[in-house]
C-alpha cells in the first residue's frame, strides 16, 4: 500500500487545499490499482520482447506516452 502521507501530497502538489482521509485512501487504493494494471501490462510487453526485466521504455508504452 502507498503510505497516506504520500497520496497527501500528490493531492496537495495538484491544488488542494484540503482532503478528508476517506478521499486520501480513496486515491491511494485507485493509484495502487492503476498501477498495478501497468506493471502488469509493462511485465507483458517486456515477455513479449523476450526480456525479464521491465524497462522504462515498457512502462512508457503501456502509459500511452511518446
Known sequence: MIPLACIERVARKAGAERISKDAIKDLGRTVEEIATDLAYEAAEAAKHAKRKTIL???????????
Open 56 to 66: 522504462k521504455q515498457d512502462i512508457r508504452l503501456v502509459a500511452g506516452k511518446p
